[in-house]
T-cell receptor, first 111, second 114 residues
Framework: DAKTTQPNSMESNEEEPVHLPCNHSTISGTDYIHWYRQLPSQGPEYVIHGLTSNVNNRMASLAIAEDRKSSTLILHRATLRDAAVYYCILRNTGANSKLTFGKGITLSVRP | NAGVTQTPKFRVLKTGQSMTLLCAQDMNHEYMYWYRQDPGMGLRLIHYSVGEGTTAKGEVPDGYNVSRLKKQNFLLGLESAAPSQTSVYFC?????????????FGQGTRLTVV
């Protein structure tokens, strides 16, 4: 499985935008880019995913580089509740595809 | 709609004891997964299943067994618990990978082996 690289941690201020980077230089053409987050003492929850084009949903936006070797999760207006570990994951459509987590990036939000 | 339910939520075992963790999903998902998460770490895949009656090994399968006799249930067994298996266990489920949809996670089972 192709790997992703994320910074260990990031801090932001409440009500400001947050850009969480992810590098995936060995991504293959069939790999989708998924983001999950894990709030303290909870199971992970899905945030967003995309293949080539930028994606928006009610939680966040996903900006994907033209060469697909990197992507950025954008939280448009951080709240205290967004403090969590964010995981960037590559997932392909093969029959035995697994969902493999790295260490993720810990986002802290300052009031 | 309950989603993914894990039973039990907490358990303390003595070394050498056995137990089974139950994961149940009501979304008719094909794929189910078992992960463990140790302090300060990401989730590591133990075993997974791509359909009823099938199972496969993940990254850290040693010391665990699984069964998927019914589509909605995925059981994780510890035959002889060891302190190294103290962890938080998460179950997840999703539709077929070909649909590349999101995975849904349970709230976790906190297991302590003394």
């Amino acid at each position: 499985d192709a790997k992703t690289t994320q910074p260990n941690s990031m801090e932001s201020n409440e009500e400001e935008p947050v850009h969480l980077p992810c590098n995936h230089s060995t991504i293959s053409g069939t790999d989708y880019i998924h983001w999950y987050r894990q709030l303290p003492s909870q199971g992970p929850e899905y945030v967003i995913h995309g293949l080539t084009s930028n994606v928006n949903n009610r939680m966040a936006s996903l900006a994907i580089a033209e060469d697909r070797k990197s992507s950025t999760l954008i939280l448009h207006r951080a709240t205290l509740r967004d403090a969590a570990v964010y995981y960037c994951i590559l997932r392909n459509t093969g029959a035995n595809s697994k969902l493999t987590f790295g260490k993720g990036i810990t986002l802290s939000v300052r009031p | 709609n309950a989603g993914v339910t894990q039973t039990p939520k907490f358990r303390v075992l003595k070394t050498g004891q056995s137990m089974t963790l139950l994961c149940a999903q009501d979304m008719n998902h094909e794929y189910m997964y078992w992960y463990r998460q140790d302090p300060g770490m990401g989730l590591r895949l133990i075993h997974y299943s791509v359909g009823e009656g099938t199972t496969a090994k993940g990254e850290v399968p040693d010391g665990y067994n699984v069964s998927r006799l019914k589509k909605q249930n995925f059981l994780l067994g510890l035959e002889s618990a060891a302190p190294s298996q103290t962890s938080v266990y998460f179950c997840a489920s999703s539709y077929s990978m070909r649909m590349n949809t999101e995975a849904f996670f349970g709230q976790g089972t906190r297991l302590t082996v003394v």
